[in-house]
């Protein structure tokens, strides 16, 4: 594995080339790439769906109101949201918030495998159906696989609601994800003091990546 210097390097590099990406028709309509944020050696990764309006405007992941939602349950598990590493799905905003469609996907996947494999977070948490179904490779909504923690590809992954919906839902959805966010921290303090099982061997990490690949 690089050194963090190594990795953080190539991070930026990697954000620096999606910034000229012309690799869907996002590009066309887009103010800018949102290509991530936050701690490039993060033991817990955030995964979203796409760039909203904000968000297409500064530039940065999560920044509207459901980004502040974010920020709150991170606060609340004593994660700041400087020290977990944010990204989407798509790194382009959809028109409209439409939905990602599936060559967008395709075309964009790349970089997020790379995200992950250069965070190389310990724990991942998806955020909402899409992102979601996407990593765990499932037709089953979120609402059935949340609570839950999954093992994905040597590292743990737990689903939750996205902060959208939470937002649009009320109270109850954003109870079950302050009691996601919880099970997230507790299995992020198991993964750091048992780290022989946290980390994932090199084996592992390129299956993990064929899932994004
Ligand atoms: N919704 C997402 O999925 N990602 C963002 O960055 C903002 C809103």
New binding site residues.
């Given amino acids: 594995m690089p050194t963090l210097e190594a990795r953080r390097e190539a991070l930026q590099l990697l954000g620096k080339q999606a910034t000229g990406c012309v690799a869907c028709r996002l590009c066309e309509s887009r103010t800018q790439v949102?290509f991530g944020d936050g701690d490039s050696a993060a033991d817990m990764m955030l995964i979203?769906?796409?760039?909203?309006f904000?968000?297409d405007q500064q530039g940065?992941?999560?920044?509207?109101a459901?980004?502040q939602l974010l920020s709150r349950l991170l606060s609340e598990i004593g994660l700041p949201r400087d020290q977990v590493y944010?990204a989407?799905?798509l790194k382009c905003r959809p028109p409209g918030n439409r939905d990602p469609r599936e060559d967008e996907v395709q075309a964009c996947k790349g970089y997020l495998a790379q995200q992950v494999k250069l965070v190389d977070p310990l724990v991942v948490v998806t955020?909402?159906n899409?992102?979601t179904k996407l990593l765990l490779k499932t037709e089953s909504g979120i609402t059935r696989v949340r609570g839950r923690v999954y093992p994905w590809w040597g590292r743990q992954l737990v689903p939750t609601f996205?902060?959208?919906a939470a937002l649009r839902s009320g109270a109850s959805v954003v109870g079950a994800m302050q009691a996601d966010f919880g099970l997230a921290k507790a299995v992020l303090d198991r993964a750091r003091a048992e780290p022989e099982q946290g980390v994932p061997n090199a084996e592992q990490l390129d299956l993990g990546l064929a899932v994004l690949e």
């Fill in positions: 949102v979203g769906e796409a760039p909203g904000h968000e940065l992941p999560f920044v509207g459901a980004g944010i989407n799905v955020l909402g899409f992102s996205h902060p959208a």
